[in-house]
C-alpha cells in the first residue's frame, strides 16, 4: 500500500517493520514501543559535508544512527526499512546553533543557584545540563531555521557556567541532551549593575573591572586547585568554593588540548587583544563569540588561530532621510553598515574558522536570510554550510556524532526542497535521532511566479492567458494574483490555497465573459489542472504550467549556490576604522632637517634661534645652528616658525572605552586602564592635532586607590600595543576629597565606607599596611594567594609605581605626605592641588610634584580657595608643576594654559613651556625619552606658526618618532575626504532603501 506523505513518500512494508528497542531503565508500562526505527531516504540530492554533492543518494538510518549513505545505485534499503522518496527533494546534515539561551530560568534564579563566590557575577559551578528544561516554543523556531542541535548557554554575570548540547526535538521526546559541559563561557563586557541603592550595588561597574575580575577569578581558581592539592602543613585549607573548582579542568590539564574549553564572549572587537591576553596568560584552550566587527581586526584574529562564532545581526541603515539627522551619525556607523554583512566572508578570506549564530538577532526567523546576505557579500555556500554544521561540531568536540551524514553518526538531518541558501527555498522536514519532524506541509506549494493559463472554453484553440502570482515565502493567504492578456491585466479577486487544492476567481468582462470566472484545481509545484465555470454556468477544464522563464529561475535556485558566489570587495577602511583614520601608519625618513626655526628645546639649551633640528631613525640627533643637511633628508624650511617638544599632558580621560570609574568599590587598584584603551577614540587626534604627542590616561576620582594608570604617544593609526609610552614609569590613582566620600551624591550614596575625610586617610593606610604583610607573606611562601590589588600597591610601597592623587584641600594633601612618609615612599604627583600654594614647601621637601589647572575654580565647595597664581607660587618654591587638560574639551590647549602661568604669577615663558613638556614628563617617569629636544631622545616635536606662548598661534606639523602624523596641508585633503566618503556611504543607504 503506498501512502503519500508530506513531503516525501513512504512504503510500509508488512511484516519487516520489527526495530530494535530503545534503551533505557524506565519499566515498560503498557505494551512495549515498537514502532519502527529504520528508514531510508532514496533518490534525494544528497550534501553528506560542504564541498560535496551526490546528485541521487540514499541515506539508511537505523536506531537513530546513520546505517549507511551514498548513490542510489549503490546502497539498497535493507528489507526492514521505511521509504522514503527523496525525489526533489535535498538532505544536509541536520545544522547546529552555537550559541542559545533558550530553556533556562531567568538570571536570579540562575544566581541563586550558583552562590558559592563572593561576587555574583562568578557562576562558573552553573551547569545548563541541570537548569535546561526544553522551551516548547524555543525550539521550534530553531527547528524552523533547520536546526537539530543546539548549545545551551546560561547567560547571566561574567563567568556564565557550562554550556550543553541539545537537540532540538519536541520536548515531549526522549532525553534531548547530547553532550553536557561542552565549554566554560565567560563574557568580556561590563556586567553592569541593575541596584537601585548602595548596598546593592554590585563589583565590577566598569569593563575594565570586569577584565581585573576575570583575571583575578583565573588566578584565585589555579590557586585553589593548588593549595586543595598539597595544602600547606601551617595554614587551614582554605573555604569550599565550588566556582572555582569547576574551572580546573580549564586551568590545569598539562596539554592545552586537554583542557577544557573556554568560549570568550568578545561583542567589541577592541576586546579581542583582551581575549589573546586571557589565553595567553592563563593557558586557556579559546573560542571567541564575536559581536559582528571582526573585519577591522582581522591580522589579529589571523595569528590567534582560534575559531569564531559570529552573530549575524547587521545593523539596519540609518534613517539619512533628513540632512539634520544624517550629521548625528558617524562615518564609523556608516563605515559598519557597509562591512557588517561581509564580516564572515572576510574572516574566512583571511583563514579565521567561523560558525554563525541566530542569537542577537530581532528576530530569529530571518536567520536563513541574513545568511543568504552574507553569501551575497562573499561568505562562500559552503563556507556557509560549514559554519553551521561541520565547523561548530568541531568547536564542540562532536564531530564523530553531528555535522556530517557518515556512517555512525547520529541521524540529524535537514529536508528542504532546493538549495538551503537559495531564495525561496523551503525546509520541509528534520530528521533527530532517527525521529522525522514535519517542519513544512508539503501541500503549502510556493505557486508565486509566472504561469501560463490554458482555458478549453467552447472555442477552439484554448484561452490563453497570463497569470502572475506574488507574495510573502510560505505565506498563501497574502498571495495576490493578476490575469493578463497582452497589456491587459485583470486583478485576481480570489486566490486560495487549501492543501494541495487551488480556488481562484477573476472578472471576464474584458474578455468577452461578463462576470466571474471561478476557478479549482488540484496543483502541483510546475501544473495546475482543474475545472472551472464561466459567468453563464458552463463548465470547462484548464491547466496552467510555469512560465518557462520561471522554470529556468527555479531550476537556478534548486542548484547549488555556490556558483553565484560574489566577490569579497576590498576592504578599504583605515585603521582606526573612523573619521582621520590613517591606510597605514606615517613614513618615518631616514633623516628629517628642520631649518631656521626658534626651538624651545626644554632642555639645557634654552631656546635657541634662528636654529637646525636633526632627525635620524625616529630620533633626536642633533640641534644647532648651521648643521649639515645629510643626503636624502626631508627639509622643512621653518624659517619664522617656532618648534618645541611635543605637548605632554599629564591627566586625561580620553582615548578609553567602558568607563574610566571602577566606582563599586572604595578600592580598585586592581583594574588597569590599558586594558580598555580605545585606539578608534577620534580625540586622540584632535589632541595630537593641536601638538599634544603623549597623554597619561587615569582612571577616574570615586575611589580612595584607584584603578593603574596608562602613559600614552598619540600614535594615531596604531593600535593599543603600539600606543603605549614603552619606559614610562607605571602609575596609579589615589584620589581625596568630596568625589571619595560620595558627598552631593544623594541619598542612595550614603553607606560605602569612606563616607569621611578621615575615613579615606584610614583606609588607604589600611591596605598600605595589607600590602606590606602580603608582600612579606609572599616572599616567605609561595602559595599565598595572589591578589591583584596588593600586587599594584607592593609596587607603590617599593617605588616601582608612582601614586598621582586627585587632591585639593591643604589638609589633604599634607595627611597623603604623612601617610608615604610612614610607609616609607614619595608621593609621585598631585594631581588638580588647588590647595598646593598652601603647602607648597612641604610638597617640595616631600619630593612630590604637582599638575595643576591653569585657572579653574569655583565648581564645587572644596575648590573655593582656588587662585590663578597657584602654578606660578608652586614653581618658585621649587615644585614641579605641570599644567593638565583633564576634561576632554580642553584637551591640546594646554600650550594656552601654559601662557596664562605667565600672566599670573610672572613665570619666565621657557619655565611656562616646561610645564607642558619636560615636567609632565618627569612625573610619568618618562623624561628620558621626550618633554624635551635633546640629542637621543624621541623625535616627538611640534611646528607652531607663532611663539607657542601666543593665543594666535596654530599647530601646524605634529612629529611622533620622527614620523609626520599631522600637518595643515593634509588634514585639510583629509576633511575633504571624509566628507566625499559620507556622501557615498549616504547615498549608498538612501539606495538601499532598508533603513531602521
Known amino acids: 500500500m503506498k501512502i503519500i506523505l508530506p513531503g516525501l513518500v513512504c512504503v510500509a512494508l508488512a511484516g519487516v517493520l520489527h526495530a530494535a528497542p530503545r534503551q533505557g531503565v ?143 526535538a519536541p520536548s515531549d521526546t526522549r532525553s534531548t541532551l547530547v553532550r553536557s559541559d561542552v565549554a566554560h563561557h565567560i563574557a568580556v563586557k561590563n556586567p553592569g549593575t541593575q541596584r537601585a541603592t548602595w548596598e546593592e550595588v554590585t563589583y565590577p561597574g566598569s569593563l575594565m573591572g570586569a577584565i581585573a575580575l576575570i583575571r583575578q577569578t583565573l588566578l584565585d581558581a589555579d590557586w585553589y586547585t593548588r593549595i586543595h592539592a598539597r595544602p600547606p602543613a601551617h595554614r587551614a585549607p582554605p573555604e569550599i568554593i565550588d566556582a572555582l573548582a569547576a574551572l580546573d579542568g580549564a586551568l590545569s590539564a598539562g596539554d592545552l588540548a586537554d583542557r577544557e574549553l573556554v568560549i570568550l564572549e568578545v561583542n567589541d572587537d577592541r576586546m579581542l587583544r583582551i581575549a589573546a591576553e586571557l589565553s595567553t596568560e592563563h593557558g ?58 561581509a564580516n564572515a566572508g572576510r574572516l574566512r ?33 559552503d563556507d556557509a554550510l560549514a559554519a553551521l554544521t561541520t565547523v561548530p561540531a568541531q568547536i564542540f568536540g562532536v564531530a564523530d556524532q553531528l555535522g556530517t551524514i557518515e556512517k555512525g553518526r547520529l541521524a540529524h538531518l535537514v529536508v528542504t526542497d532546493g538549495d538551503l541558501f537559495a531564495e525561496g527555498t523551503q525546509i520541509m522536514a528534520l530528521w533527530i535521532d532517527g525521529d522525522r519532524h514535519r517542519v513544512n506541509d508539503p501541500a503549502h506549494l510556493d505557486l508565486r511566479g509566472n504561469w501560463t493559463l490554458q482555458l478549453q472554453l467552447s472555442t477552439d484553440p484554448p484561452l490563453v492567458l497570463g497569470l502572475k502570482v506574488k507574495g510573502k515565502t510560505g505565506d498563501a493567504s497574502a498571495w495576490k494574483g493578476t490575469v493578463t492578456e497582452d497589456s491587459l491585466e485583470i486583478k485576481v479577486g480570489t486566490l486560495r490555497l487549501e492543501g494541495q487544492r487551488l480556488t481562484l476567481t477573476f472578472a471576464g468582462d474584458s474578455l468577452g465573459l461578463e462576470g466571474m470566472l471561478r476557478l479549482s484545481a488540484r496543483v502541483s509545484d510546475s501544473l495546475l489542472a482543474g475545472v472551472g465555470e464561466t459567468p453563464l454556468g458552463i463548465d470547462f477544464t484548464w491547466q496552467a504550467t510555469r512560465a518557462a522563464q520561471d522554470t529556468l529561475s527555479k531550476a537556478a535556485n534548486d542548484s547549488t549556490a555556490t556558483s553565484d558566489e560574489t566577490a569579497i570587495k576590498p576592504l578599504l577602511l583605515p585603521f582606526p576604522p573612523v573619521s582621520f583614520g590613517f591606510a597605514g601608519l606615517p613614513e618615518q625618513p631616514r633623516a628629517v632637517f628642520v631649518r631656521g626655526a626658534t626651538i624651545w628645546t626644554s632642555g639645557p639649551d634654552g631656546i635657541l634661534q634662528d636654529a637646525d633640528l636633526m632627525v635620524r631613525d625616529g630620533r633626536i640627533d642633533a640641534i644647532g645652528h ?30 578609553a572605552m567602558g568607563g574610566l ?35 597619561h590616561v587615569m582612571h577616574g576620582s570615586s575611589n580612595p586607590i584607584g584603578g593603574q594608570n596608562a602613559t600614552i604617544k598619540l600614535r594615531w593609526g596604531a593600535d593599543v600595543e603600539e600606543l603605549l609610552l614603552e619606559g614610562a614609569m607605571p602609575t596609579i590613582k589615589f584620589a581625596l576629597g568630596e568625589n571619595v566620600k560620595h558627598s552631593n551624591r544623594g541619598p542612595h550614596f550614603t553607606s560605602r565606607y569612606p563616607q569621611t575625610r578621615m575615613g579615606v586617610a584610614a583606609l588607604i593606610r589600611d ?80 619630593g612630590a610634584h604637582a599638575s595643576t589647572f591653569s585657572d579653574w575654580w569655583a565648581y564645587k565647595f572644596e575648590v573655593r ?46 619655565q611656562a613651556l616646561h610645564m607642558v613638556t619636560i615636567e609632565p614628563a618627569r612625573q610619568l617617569g618618562a623624561d628620558h625619552r621626550v618633554g624635551s629636544l635633546e640629542p637621543g631622545k624621541d623625535a616627538d616635536f611640534v611646528i607652531w606658526s607663532q611663539s607657542p606662548m601666543s593665543s ?45
Open 767 to 846: 591596605r598600605l599596611a595589607a600590602a606590606r604583610e602580603y608582600g612579606e607573606q609572599r616572599q616567605r611562601d609561595s602559595s599565598v594567594r595572589r591578589d591583584l590589588e596588593l600586587d599594584a600597591l607592593v609596587e607603590v610601597l617599593a617605588s616601582e609605581r608612582l601614586v598621582h592623587c586627585h587632591s585639593y584641600r591643604q589638609d589633604e594633601i599634607l595627611a597623603l605626605i604623612r601617610i608615604a612618609d610612614d610607609f616609607g615612599f614619595t608621593v609621585g604627583t598631585f594631581q588638580h592641588v588647588l590647595e598646593g600654594y598652601k603647602v607648597a614647601e612641604i610638597i617640595a621637601e616631600h
Open 865 to 910: 580657595d582656588a587662585i590663578p597664581f597657584n602654578a606660578a607660587l608652586m614653581h618658585f618654591v621649587g615644585v614641579g608643576v605641570s599644567l593638565n587638560s583633564d576634561l576632554s574639551n580642553y584637551g591640546g590647549r594646554i600650550h594656552v594654559d601654559a601662557a596664562k602661568a605667565v600672566k599670573y604669577g610672572g613665570v619666565e615663558p621657557e
Open 661 to 695: 570609574n571602577e566606582w563599586t568599590q572604595a578600592v580598585s587598584a586592581e583594574v588597569r586602564v590599558r586594558d580598555v584603551l580605545n585606539p578608534y577614540d577620534n580625540r586622540l587626534y584632535r589632541h595630537m592635532a593641536q601638538g599634544t604627542t603623549t597623554v
Open 26 to 168: 524506565a519499566p515498560t508500562t503498557g505494551i512495549r514501543d515498537a514502532t519502527p526505527r529504520v528508514h531510508a531516504i532514496v533518490g534525494a540530492r544528497v550534501i553528506p559535508r560542504p564541498g560535496v554533492v551526490i546528485d541521487s543518494g540514499t541515506i539508511v538510518l537505523r536506531d537513530g544512527r546513520i546505517e549507511s549513505v551514498g548513490p542510489a545505485a549503490k546502497i539498497h534499503p535493507p528489507a526492514d526499512a521505511r521509504l522514503w522518496d527523496g525525489d526533489g527533494r535535498t538532505v544536509y546534515a541536520g545544522l547546529i546553533e552555537p550559541y542559545a539561551h533558550i530553556g533556562l530560568p531567568d538570571a536570579e534564579t540562575q544566581r541563586q543557584r550558583a552562590n558559592s563566590h563572593w561576587n555574583v557575577n562568578v557562576l562558573a559551578e552553573l551547569r545548563a545540563a541541570e537548569l535546561y528544561q526544553p522551551d516548547a516554543v524555543g525550539l521550534k523556531g530553531l527547528r524552523s531555521l533547520g536546526f537539530t542541535a543546539a548549545l545551551v548557554v546560561p547567560a547571566s554575570g561574567t563567568f556564565h557556567g557550562r554550556s550543553v548540547l541539545v537537540s532540538t
Open 626 to 655: 648651521d648643521l649639515t643637511v645629510p643626503s636624502g633628508a626631508v627639509v622643512i624650511d621653518a624659517t619664522g616658525k617656532h618648534v618645541t617638544p611635543g605637548l605632554v599632558d599629564a591627566h586625561v580621560h580620553v582615548g
Open 349 to 381: 578570506d583571511a583563514g579565521v574558522t567561523v560558525a554563525l549564530t541566530s542569537e542577537g538577532l530581532p528576530k530569529r526567523a530571518d536567520f536563513l536570510d541574513r545568511v543568504r546576505k552574507a553569501i551575497e557579500h562573499g561568505l562562500s555556500a
Open 284 to 341: 586557556l584552550r579559546i573560542a571567541l563569540r564575536g559581536g559582528g566587527a571582526e573585519y577591522r581586526q582581522l591580522q589579529r584574529l589571523r595569528s590567534l588561530d582560534v575559531p569564531v562564532i559570529l552573530p549575524v545581526n547587521f545593523p539596519p541603515a540609518p534613517d539619512l532621510s533628513d540632512p539634520e539627522d544624517a550629521l548625528a551619525v558617524s562615518l564609523a556607523s556608516l563605515w559598519h553598515w557597509e562591512a557588517a554583512p
Open 952 to 996: 594666535y598661534t596654530r599647530c601646524e606639523q605634529t612629529w611622533i618618532d620622527g614620523r609626520r602624523y599631522f600637518d595643515l596641508e593634509t588634514d585639510g585633503q583629509r576633511r575633504q575626504q571624509v566628507d566625499t566618503e559620507r556622501n557615498r556611504l549616504i547615498q549608498a543607504v538612501l539606495a538601499d532603501g532598508e533603513t531602521n
